[in-house]
């Protein structure tokens, strides 16, 4: 028996509303039952790809771009004024403005509280969509995404969008000045996701009194980057660093991740004797580091430590952080580390993902990679209680660091060891020198190390 064709209406456009349109519609030949559902979907994805065959280069005939213009508009007419809660529209073959326009505005007038574009416009030029005025005009409008060749302009149109709690915007045109406005214009706004923006000028300000989640990719370098986000609660940030960051207040954070963006020539010149450090890309970064200093939660990735051994005179006090998570790489230096836990008065839990890293004669007292009189010092006044370590592999090199925690910080209580995913754990629990070393660390020590393969 065809049980599921016996289920309501409402059931039936709520599984269909997780298909494509495409698929959706392909379910109307099934039967009788079936064939006007599609009238009543309350979410349209909308994908050429999907209904191009860009595998058999359909994509570049125009009879089939415009079949596909006529797939839209059909499904559209068919569901007339239902009512409509998502709406994603990813076309980048459609030539024709008007028709996409078209296509925005219908969704709009019927309540879409998701709306999801990528659109890129097909010309022999490099063409960005000019952003339909329309978009920031809704009152139904929760959750908007905006990304991949859209020109988001501002200057004609009246911002109202009193509900959006969610804004997305990936690799888009966006001028700095009216995108401060917009802002000021979204009173419920609680997450910003700003991916690879092309702004129209070098000095960009995200300000907003509600925003709770800011994520941020930088994919260009900026002359200044100010936040003024008092009630910012999670933010991360990655790619390029500004020259300067002016305003960052962020005085409510719980948790950041910082993973800054380093090329071969950064390293070099971050690297190199004698340089003029106020000269450099990131010789400001010390900045934000001081406009997240209260935070809680905190996670640096290795590029971020490579900054940070440039400006570690001139790091915060982190008086609120309780947990601190490190990944560590070979080619980046660990000479931040010192000055970093020496900043986190009230630190408990410290996560590192690999214990490697480039040696210099400044890597401190945290390693145990150069012999020092001051050995260990930062770690003595470290209150560590727990440490977890990832991608372990067994090394000699790796189990002497782990004696190094284990004899210096005064107030470890748990060591957590995970072997590296892509070891053979077999390999690495069958060597008993390791397993034995395990054993005597427990032996000596009054923390509990424990080693997960």
Not at 117 to 130: A, E, G, H, T, V
Not at 132 to 148: D, Q
Not at 345 to 365: A, F, M, N, R, S
Not at 397 to 415: G, Q, R, S, V
Request: net charge negative; charged share 20%; glycine share 4%.
């Amino acid at each position: 028996m065809d049980r599921v064709s016996n289920l309501p209406d409402e059931v039936l456009c709520h599984i269909l509303s997780f298909l494509t349109t495409k698929e959706a519609a392909l379910t109307s030949i099934l039967a009788k039952r079936w064939r006007n559902l599609l009238a009543f979907v309350p979410s349209l994805t909308i994908d050429d790809s999907v209904f191009l065959h860009p595998e058999e280069a359909k994509q570049n005939r125009q009879d089939i771009i415009q079949s596909f213009m006529n797939f839209v508009d059909r499904v559209l007419a068919l569901q007339g004024n239902s009512p409509l809660k998502e709406f994603s529209l990813k076309s980048f073959t459609v030539d024709d403005t008007d028709r996409v326009d078209g296509w925005i505005s219908n969704v709009l007038a019927r309540g879409v509280s998701d709306l999801d574009l990528k659109i890129i416009i097909r010309s022999d030029k490099w063409n960005f969509y000019p952003m339909s005025p329309k978009c920031f005009e809704c009152s139904t409008l929760v959750e908007l995404s905006i990304g991949c060749g859209v020109d988001v302009t501002l200057a004609a149109a009246r911002i109202f969008l009193p509900m959006l709690k969610t804004l997305v915007l990936v690799w888009v045109k966006v001028c700095p000045n009216e995108f401060e406005t917009l802002l000021h214009a979204l009173p419920s706004l609680e997450k910003l996701v700003l991916l690879r923006v092309i702004w129209k000028g070098r000095d960009v300000i995200v300000s907003s009194a509600s925003v709770k989640t800011l994520i941020v990719n930088l994919g260009f370098w900026l002359n200044t980057l100010s936040f003024d986000t008092p009630s910012l609660v999670h933010f991360g940030y990655s790619g390029s660093a500004a020259w300067d960051y002016p305003v960052v207040n962020m005085g409510n954070l719980v948790d950041t991740q910082i993973d800054f963006y380093l090329s071969q020539l950064h390293i070099k010149l971050l690297g190199a004797p004698g340089n003029d450090e106020d000269a450099l890309p990131y010789s400001n970064a010390w900045k934000l580091f001081h406009g997240i200093r209260n935070v809680a939660h905190l996670s640096l990735f290795p590029d971020a430590l490579e900054v940070l051994s440039m400006c570690s005179e001139s790091l915060p006090v982190f008086n609120n952080l309780n947990s601190l998570a490190i990944r560590s790489d070979k080619d980046r230096r660990w000479q931040a580390m010192p000055a970093l836990l020496r900043n986190c008065p009230h630190l408990e839990t410290l996560v590192i993902q690999g214990l490697v890293h480039h040696v210099t004669d400044k890597c401190g007292d945290v390693c145990d990679c150069i012999s020092r009189e001051d050995k260990g010092l930062s770690l003595k006044v470290c209150p560590v209680k727990v440490m977890e370590i990832y991608g372990f592999r067994g090394t000699m090199k790796e189990m002497a660091m782990i004696k190094h925690f284990l004899d210096y910080f005064p107030c470890l209580k748990e060591m957590e060891v995970y072997a590296e995913e892509n070891n053979n754990p077999t390999q690495l629990g069958g060597n008993q020198r390791v397993l034995e070393m395990f054993k005597l660390y427990n032996n000596l020590s009054s923390c509990n190390v424990q080693l997960f393969l």
